[in-house]
């Protein structure tokens, strides 16, 4: 079955230092997703991200955090100035069209983000 | 807000147990709901459930949603160890961007 990769598995930063994190969706998928999962909590979602823009955002999603897919396969995540309670594992995520309207995401692997 | 609740949160059982999970929501604007399955890192998807009353399987595994009481449950039959793992429940809400709103988890541990 194909897949969305992230890279990397695990990033470790100090505090204030830009991270960014890397994935490639599935290559006919349109619509792209970032969640993250703060250990022992559940998955929260971040931003989608459908034709060369933002979708929809939540309130984790500040200034801080941005998206950018630079090419027609990588989709990024960066974290300006990384505060402690970033740390959590971020997962990417992609889904093609579902021309019934309903829809299956697929998950990347996700990359284990450690702000010390 | 919109609210996903998984029961229970952890189950532990002995291998060849029948489970039931249980997954309730309160969303606006409800389109489907999914359940993954989440082992070391990734979840993958295992059903998209979007009519009431349409019991979709796989193998051991079988869910069913009821819109109208605002639940699903995730049956997973004659256990094995492999099926320890966090399930997770999550609600499709519909709208352009199409994000899921996650519960908890159910953490279910599957003794030999």
């Known amino acids: 079955e194909p897949e969305v990769t992230q890279t990397p598995s695990h990033q470790v930063t100090q505090m204030g230092q830009e991270v960014i994190l890397r994935c490639v969706p599935i290559?006919?998928?349109?619509?792209f997703y970032w969640y993250r999962q703060i250990l022992g909590q559940k998955v929260e979602f971040l931003v989608s991200?459908?034709?060369?823009?933002?979708?929809?955002k939540s309130e984790i999603f500040d200034d801080q955090f941005s998206v950018e897919r630079p090419d027609g396969s990588n989709f990024t995540l960066k974290i300006r100035s990384t505060k402690l309670e970033d740390s959590a594992m971020y997962f990417c995520?992609?889904?093609?069209?579902?021309?019934?309207?309903?829809?299956?995401?697929?998950f990347g692997s996700g990359t284990q983000l450690s702000v010390l | 807000e919109d609210k996903v609740v998984q029961s229970p949160l952890s189950l532990v059982v002995h291998e060849g147990d029948t489970v039931t999970l249980n997954c309730s929501y309160e969303?606006?604007?409800?389109?489907?709901l999914l359940w993954y399955k989440q082992e070391k890192k990734a979840p993958t998807f295992l059903f998209m459930l979007?009519?009431?009353?349409i019991e979709k399987k796989s193998g051991r595994l079988s869910s069913i949603l009821d819109k109208k009481e605002l639940f699903s449950i995730l049956n997973i039959t004659a256990t094995q160890t492999g099926d320890s793992a966090v399930y997770l429940c999550?609600?499709?809400?519909?709208?352009?961007?199409?994000?899921?709103?996650f519960g908890s988890g159910t953490q279910l541990t599957v003794l030999p």
């Open positions: 995520a992609s889904h093609e069209w579902g021309t019934t309207g309903v829809v299956k995401l697929f």
């Open positions: 999550a609600v499709l809400i519909s709208g352009s961007a199409r994000q899921l709103t």
């Open positions: 979007t009519s009431s009353g």
């Open positions: 991200f459908y034709n060369n823009e933002i979708s929809e």
């Open positions: 290559s006919n998928h349109l619509y």
């Open positions: 969303v606006t604007n409800f389109r489907s």
